[in-house]
């Protein structure tokens, strides 16, 4: 493991990568081109995923900058203890050492998990696909400028051009030591992640939302809510995917013919369990196993329960163990939501599409964890860090 670099020109090295990013936008942009024109799949969440625009841009720059300026997450004392002997034991947080991030698509990535990484004392290699190589390839070597700029090797950030045969060849036998991964994308990554790995791995990226209309719920916010969480960003591991409503919702049919116009303005493709299968210009599920599913698509699921009761096991039983949320006026019933359902993280009355390391003040995300172990929901700066004990004595032995 290389010397850990100090505070400032951690900071030194994050702020001249943001001047590059804004420098060298136009050059971002058109390599970024290149890759959307070689793309040909249809997949629609992929390819959102895949463009960079001004937007992103700017997003990335926010990120750079908003990484300088967050506190040192390395040597903060987590617990301290002085023994009868007159030891002096304190617990505090060290880096990880070197992390492994495969991901799709997203250029933005590049950025992001670069500088938490970085920013929190680990060295990152960066797996991207190869539909994002021309805007991975400039966003890497802008990142070797503002190292060498500050004389730090290059190696603290470096990119592993990798064909699938050679990914799981380094993952089954790695030439240098990992001590984390990170698989960032779809259920088939993941699983060929956990397959061949020898080191701990991270899982991100799974979502399969659940939304819960219970019988208290305000049926305008409820819309509001919905549509929000399922149309603006079809893409992100956040969107909702599944909706389930209260058997006793009052004027449940009017509010459902509503959900239903909404939905179709944004041409979402609505499917429905059997109990409700007599609405208009659905489908009906045929399997259980959509349930499971994550559609990352304009595709969601309307599904109906008895209760409260029945809606927290369901959603226990078939989500991704992302974000779940419920809609009510009633406080108690939420609070039985959110302590009961086993989520990353949990809503009341507010749209999934917060779920984000952005949104909930880390200022960004390596990734989004539905493990529980190390660290749960969105990887921010302060938690991409392991621990250390350090024990001060003057000659004891035991």
């Given at each position: 493991m290389?010397?850990i670099?100090?505070?400032e020109?951690?900071n030194?090295?994050?702020?001249?990568?943001?001047?590059?990013?804004?420098?060298?936008?136009?050059?971002?942009?058109?390599a970024?081109q290149?890759?959307?024109?070689?793309?040909k799949?249809?997949?629609?969440?992929?390819?959102d995923r895949?463009k960079?625009d001004v937007s992103?841009?700017e997003?990335m720059?926010?990120?750079l900058?908003?990484?300088?300026t967050?506190?040192d997450?390395?040597?903060?004392?987590r617990?301290q203890?002085?023994?009868?002997?007159?030891?002096?034991?304190?617990?505090?947080?060290?880096?990880?050492?070197?992390?492994?991030?495969?991901y799709?698509?997203?250029?933005?990535?590049?950025?992001?998990?670069?500088?938490i990484?970085f920013k929190?004392?680990?060295?990152?290699?960066?797996?991207?696909?190869?539909?994002?190589?021309?805007?991975?390839?400039?966003?890497?070597?802008?990142?070797?400028?503002?190292?060498e700029?500050h004389?730090?090797?290059?190696?603290?950030?470096?990119?592993?051009q990798?064909?699938?045969?050679?990914t799981?060849?380094f993952l089954?036998?790695?030439?240098?030591?990992?001590?984390?991964i990170v698989?960032?994308?779809?259920?088939?990554?993941?699983?060929?992640?956990?397959?061949?790995?020898?080191?701990?791995?991270?899982?991100?990226g799974?979502?399969n939302?659940?939304?819960?209309?219970?019988?208290?719920a305000?049926?305008?916010m409820?819309?509001?809510i919905?549509?929000?969480?399922?149309?603006?960003?079809?893409?992100?591991?956040?969107?909702?995917?599944?909706?389930?409503?209260a058997?006793?919702?009052?004027?449940k049919?009017?509010?459902?013919?509503?959900?239903?116009?909404e939905?179709?303005?944004?041409?979402?493709?609505i499917?429905?369990d059997t109990?409700?299968?007599s609405l208009?210009?659905?489908?009906e599920?045929?399997d259980?196993s959509?349930?499971y599913?994550?559609?990352l698509?304009y595709?969601?699921?309307?599904?109906?329960?008895?209760d409260?009761?029945?809606?927290?096991?369901?959603?226990?039983?078939?989500?991704?163990?992302?974000?779940?949320?419920?809609?009510?006026?009633?406080?108690?019933k939420?609070?039985?939501?959110?302590?009961?359902?086993?989520?990353?993280?949990?809503?009341?009355?507010?749209?999934?599409?917060?779920t984000?390391?952005?949104?909930?003040g880390?200022?960004?995300?390596?990734?989004?964890?539905t493990?529980?172990?190390?660290?749960?929901?969105?990887?921010?700066l302060q938690?991409?860090?392991s621990?250390?004990?350090y024990?001060m004595?003057?000659?004891?032995?035991?």
């Amino acid at each position: 493991m290389s010397l850990i670099l100090s505070t400032e020109k951690r900071n030194a090295v994050l702020a001249t990568m943001s001047q590059l990013v804004k420098l060298e936008q136009s050059k971002i942009l058109d390599a970024n081109q290149k890759d959307l024109e070689a793309y040909k799949g249809e997949d629609l969440a992929m390819r959102d995923r895949l463009k960079v625009d001004v937007s992103k841009i700017e997003g990335m720059i926010l990120s750079l900058n908003q990484l300088e300026t967050e506190q040192d997450p390395l040597g903060i004392e987590r617990f301290q203890f002085t023994h009868d002997n007159g030891i002096k034991v304190s617990n505090k947080t060290a880096p990880f050492g070197t992390i492994l991030i495969i991901y799709e698509s997203r250029p933005d990535v590049t950025i992001e998990a670069a500088g938490i990484a970085f920013k929190s004392g680990n060295k990152i290699l960066l797996k991207g696909g190869k539909e994002s190589l021309n805007s991975n390839l400039i966003l890497v070597d802008l990142w070797h400028q503002a190292l060498e700029t500050h004389d730090c090797s290059k190696d603290w950030v470096s990119y592993l051009q990798f064909d699938r045969a050679q990914t799981q060849s380094f993952l089954e036998n790695p030439t240098q030591k990992i001590d984390l991964i990170v698989p960032r994308g779809g259920e088939k990554l993941i699983a060929f992640v956990k397959q061949h790995a020898i080191c701990p791995v991270i899982v991100s990226g799974r979502g399969n939302n659940f939304v819960y209309v219970d019988a208290e719920a305000d049926l305008e916010m409820a819309l509001d809510i919905i549509n929000n969480a399922k149309t603006t960003k079809i893409s992100a591991c956040n969107a909702l995917d599944k909706v389930l409503i209260a058997a006793d919702l009052p004027r449940k049919q009017q509010f459902l013919k509503h959900l239903i116009q909404e939905l179709q303005k944004s041409k979402v493709e609505i499917l429905t369990d059997t109990s409700l299968s007599s609405l208009g210009e659905t489908s009906e599920i045929r399997d259980e196993s959509v349930w499971y599913e994550e559609f990352l698509d304009y595709k969601i699921v309307l599904g109906q329960v008895t209760d409260l009761t029945e809606a927290i096991t369901k959603i226990n039983k078939y989500s991704g163990g992302h974000s779940a949320a419920i809609i009510t006026s009633n406080d108690e019933k939420a609070s039985t939501f959110m302590q009961s359902v086993d989520s990353a993280a949990v809503y009341h009355n507010a749209s999934t599409r917060f779920t984000d390391g952005g949104q909930f003040g880390l200022g960004g995300e390596l990734a989004i964890s539905t493990d529980k172990l190390h660290q749960r929901g969105p990887i921010g700066l302060q938690h991409l860090v392991s621990n250390k004990w350090y024990v001060m004595g003057n000659g004891q032995t035991r």
